[in-house]
């Protein structure tokens, strides 16, 4: 495999539009889905700001500022518990048939307790009874190697677990059930539906676009503010803090910190990530116009990012998938940070089959943040390119054609502009949602020049 850096020109894939809306009645499906699934009477999922993936999943609605618990029971019961800030915020749900209760434990300290203080109350009042079996939801879940017990381990606060099992009493029984919506392969975020990787590709292509603006306008002399404050951000909700970090030779770089008024020298290492909702983009380089020694462990991290491509597809496992592409990085003396690659949603990782040994597979309707970071990087150094892609078979790409054309439109035409202008044509399977696919700049000084395949 021969690489090049190349003057390539990033293209407009096309305008977006208006913005996808996931329908009630998707809502609807998903939640009698997991609580079927879940096997049990109730099927209780917990939220907070930071962890609000799987409540916005079901039901459109996410708390701010405090805690909330979604609550679905037989008969269609649905019930929401929150404080009382996010209480008013309820009305975005898009959840047909959603009750609304308020437990003020779960708002700020200081704030009102006078009227509904107590949530064993509410939980009475939303339906749960003595004897009642509950499948509670967590922002994620142990697996054996982790603990012995870890199926009766809830990431959910203390003070919920004792209410919810007050209220079943000796006679209930209280699962994880995590799993239903979060595992890798079989969860019900694993494999979306039509409108929400409609939804995800239209905040993708902002993300990637916004993105690219910092990276394709930096200056020396910037302060890491002034480069950053090109995203020409619009208020997308964000599902990370936004990155980035400029070190000198000989430094370490440490890519999650967020910007500061440090100013940016020529030849520095840096680096910059930007995530919504569904998406999440990131690059990373010297601060250069050419720099030979830093050039050849950049084509060795393009070829295993091809090897990632080329190597992915609806069947694979994600074992062989892990497998590949750290053996390419071997061969080059590098390795991945983290996982080749893993599920994206809401949240930026929502989990991940790409694991030693994984068995478990790639799916249609699958969205998937192309990750592989190389490591070890000499001190100063800094590589790294992320884009959402989202794998789709051909009865799912035929729903996207009728459902979103402006969207398989742009779908089609990053697929034509990887394979003619970098060199580097993806299976039918493989839907780029970025609009900077596989477009790596290693100088940033020099943005419009890129890696490509010969």
């Not at 809306?21 to 907070?48: C, E, F, H, M, S």
């Not at 050419?290 to 609806?314: G, Q, V």
């Not at 809401?346 to 943040?369: A, C, I, K, N, Y």
């Not at 580097?424 to 700049?441: G, M, N, Q, R």
């Amino acid at each position: 495999m021969t690489i090049s850096l190349a003057p390539v020109a990033l293209p407009d894939f096309g305008p977006l539009g208006e913005q996808p809306q996931i329908p009630a009645a998707t809502y609807a499906a998903r939640a009698d889905a997991a609580l079927k699934n879940a096997g049990t009477d109730w099927l209780v999922v917990y939220a907070d700001r930071e962890h609000f993936g799987n409540i916005m999943f079901l039901s459109g609605f996410e708390p701010r500022f405090e805690e909330a618990l979604l609550m679905l029971g037989k008969g269609g019961k649905r019930v929401i518990i929150t404080g009382n800030e996010s209480e008013s915020y309820t009305a975005l749900a898009r959840l047909p048939g959603i009750e609304v209760l308020r437990a003020q434990s779960f708002s700020l300290m200081g704030q009102d307790r006078s009227q509904d203080p107590r949530l064993a109350y509410r939980l009475k009042d939303a339906g749960i009874m003595p004897g009642d079996s509950i499948g509670l939801i967590g922002w994620k879940y142990l697996s054996a190697e982790e603990d012995d017990d870890y199926a009766e381990s809830f990431f959910v606060p203390d003070f919920i677990v004792k209410m919810l099992s007050r209220a079943i009493g000796s006679g209930g029984k209280l699962l994880d059930r995590t799993e239903v919506l979060m595992h890798p392969e079989k969860g019900l975020r694993s494999v979306v539906d039509v409108d929400q990787l409609a939804a995800f590709e239209w905040a993708a292509a902002r993300c990637s676009t916004a993105l690219w603006r910092v990276v394709s306008g930096v200056r020396e002399g910037d302060t890491e503010f002034e480069a950053l404050g090109r995203l020409g951000y619009e208020g997308d909700p964000l599902n990370v803090h936004t990155m980035f970090t400029s070190v000198s030779k000989g430094e370490h770089i440490i890519g999650l910190r967020s910007p500061t008024a440090r100013k940016l020298k020529r030849g520095d290492g840096v680096t910059t990530a930007l995530g919504y909702w569904g998406a999440l983009s990131s690059r990373a380089g010297l601060l250069a116009d050419h720099d030979h020694d830093f050039l050849k462990p950049a084509k060795a991290y393009f070829e295993a990012l091809i090897t990632w491509y080329e190597t992915s597809d609806i069947g694979v496992t994600g074992g062989a998938l892990f497998e590949a592409v750290t053996g390419k990085l071997k061969s080059a003396g590098l390795n991945s940070a983290l996982n080749p690659g893993h599920l994206g949603s809401h949240e930026e990782w929502l989990h991940s089959p790409v694991q030693p040994g994984s068995t478990d597979r790639l799916r249609s309707g699958m969205p998937f943040q192309v990750d592989v970071i190389p490591v070890p990087m000499p001190a100063g150094w800094a590589l790294n390119s992320e884009d959402a892609v989202a794998f789709a078979d051909a009865t799912l790409r035929e729903e996207i054609r009728q459902r979103y054309p402006a969207m398989h439109a742009r779908i089609a035409a990053r697929r034509s502009f990887m394979a003619d202008k970098l060199g580097v044509a993806v299976k039918d399977s493989i839907l780029p949602l970025s609009s900077t696919p596989l477009y790596l700049p290693p100088f940033w000084l020099k943005s419009g020049h890129v890696l490509v395949r010969d």
